[in-house]
C-alpha cells in the first residue's frame, strides 16, 4: 500500500522536469529547518518545493489556494513531513532495512525524469538539492514503505461479505456521472501577455493542421505540449464535470469520442483536445469496484492503525515546529 503520508521523491522535492521549470516566486528568507523531529531536521526547501509542487498539480485541476488559505496549507504539508519523519525513524527501531539494490532502481527510475544528466543536474542545483539528499529521501520512504507492510498490513483483511455490505449501504456512491476521458497539449502564456498568447494560439493552430493531416496526437504532445500529462501523450485519464477549468470542461464535454476540438483558451494559455472516451451516467456493477471496496476498506483500517500509532509516538517525541 502506498500510504499517503509517504511522499515520493518526486513530490518531496518537486523534481519533475516541468515542475523544476516553473518560476517560484520571491519569499522572505525562511528558517533553514521548518521543524525539528526528535533532533532530526525537516529542511525549509523540502517544504516549499512540496508547497510549491502541491500548488501546480492544483492549478492543473482548475482549483488554487489563496493567501489567506496559505498558511493552513503549508501547516498541513508540514504536518504531512513530520509524520513521515516519525514512521521512518520507527523504521529504524524495528531494523527495517532497504536493499541498496532496490534503492538504486529507484534512482535510476528518477534520473529517467530528465533527459540528460545535465539538465538533471542544472535542476537539482537550481532547487539547492543535491543527488545525496534525494538518495536520503528516498530511502526514508522505502523504509516507511517496508515499516507499514511488516507492523500495519499484514493482519488486515477484508472479506468479500464486508465490501458487499458497503456497497448496498453506500450505493450512492457508486452512481456515476457523465465522464469523458481526453487528451490535451497546452501552449502556455500569460494572459497578460497579448503577443505571447497570440504566438501560443498560431502554435496551437499549426499543431491541430498537422494532427488532422494524420500526423500522431500523443507522439506531438510529447514534443510540444507544456503540460505534465506531455509525458503520457497528454492523457489526462478520465474526469468529470467541475474538475476541469470551465472553457476546457464545456468544449471537451460538448464533442464526440474520437473529435478534435478547435483551440481552447483557458487561463493556462491554449489547449488542442483530444476526446478518447465518453461514459454515460449510470451505477458502477459491484464486480468492478469490488476490488477497490476491498483495498479501500483495508486501506482505512491501516491508516486508522498508523494515526494512533503516529498519536502515540507524539506523546513522547520532541517536536519544533519554525514559523512557516
Not at 190 to 199: E, V
Not at 235 to 245: N, T, Y
Not at 299 to 314: C, F, G, H, P
Request: proline share 3%; charged share 30%.
Amino acid at each position: 500500500m502506498k500510504y499517503m503520508l509517504i511522499m515520493g521523491i518526486m513530490l518531496v522535492f518537486g523534481i519533475s522536469v516541468s515542475a523544476m521549470a516553473a518560476d517560484t516566486p520571491a519569499a522572505p528568507a525562511a528558517p533553514k529547518a521548518a521543524a525539528v523531529v526528535n533532533g532530526t531536521e525537516i529542511p525549509t526547501k523540502i517544504l516549499d518545493t512540496e508547497v510549491g509542487l502541491e500548488q501546480q498539480k492544483m492549478l492543473y485541476s482548475g482549483q488554487q489556494i489563496g493567501a489567506s488559505q496559505m498558511p493552513v496549507f503549508k501547516k498541513a504539508i508540514l504536518e504531512k513531513l513530520i509524520d513521515r519523519e516519525l514512521l521512518y525513524q520507527a523504521s529504524e527501531k524495528e531494523g527495517i532495512k532497504v536493499e541498496d539494490a532496490k534503492l538504486e532502481e529507484q534512482i535510476t527510475q528518477i534520473k529517467k525524469q530528465f533527459p540528460d544528466e545535465k539538465t538533471m543536474e542544472k535542476s537539482l542545483a537550481d532547487k539547492g538539492i543535491t543527488l545525496a539528499e534525494i538518495r536520503s529521501q528516498v530511502k526514508k520512504s522505502m523504509a516507511v514503505e517496508g515499516l507499514i507492510k511488516t507492523k500495519f498490513e499484514k493482519d488486515v483483511t477484508v472479506d468479500d461479505a464486508k465490501a458487499d455490505e458497503f456497497y448496498k449501504q453506500n450505493i450512492e456512491k457508486f452512481k456515476k456521472p457523465e465522464s469523458v476521458k481526453a487528451s490535451h497539449i497546452l501552449a502556455k502564456c500569460d494572459k497578460a501577455d497579448a503577443a505571447g498568447c497570440k504566438k501560443a494560439e498560431e502554435k496551437i493552430k499549426d499543431l491541430r493542421k498537422k494532427i488532422a493531416a494524420g500526423g500522431d496526437f500523443a507522439a506531438l504532445a510529447k514534443a510540444n505540449s507544456d503540460c505534465p500529462s506531455k509525458d503520457q501523450g497528454g492523457d489526462l485519464g478520465e474526469f468529470g464535470r467541475g474538475q476541469m477549468v470551465k472553457p476546457f470542461e464545456d468544449a471537451a464535454f460538448a464533442m464526440k469520442q474520437g473529435d478534435l476540438s478547435q483551440p481552447v483558451k483557458t487561463d493556462f494559455g491554449w489547449h488542442l483536445i483530444k476526446v478518447t472516451g465518453k461514459t454515460a451516467a449510470g451505477t458502477v456493477p459491484y464486480a468492478e469496484v469490488k476490488e477497490q471496496i476491498k483495498n479501500m476498506l483495508k486501506n482505512k483500517e491501516v491508516s486508522a492503525k498508523i494515526r494512533a500509532y503516529l498519536e502515540d509516538m507524539k506523546k513522547d517525541a520532541k517536536i519544533e515546529r519554525n514559523q512557516v
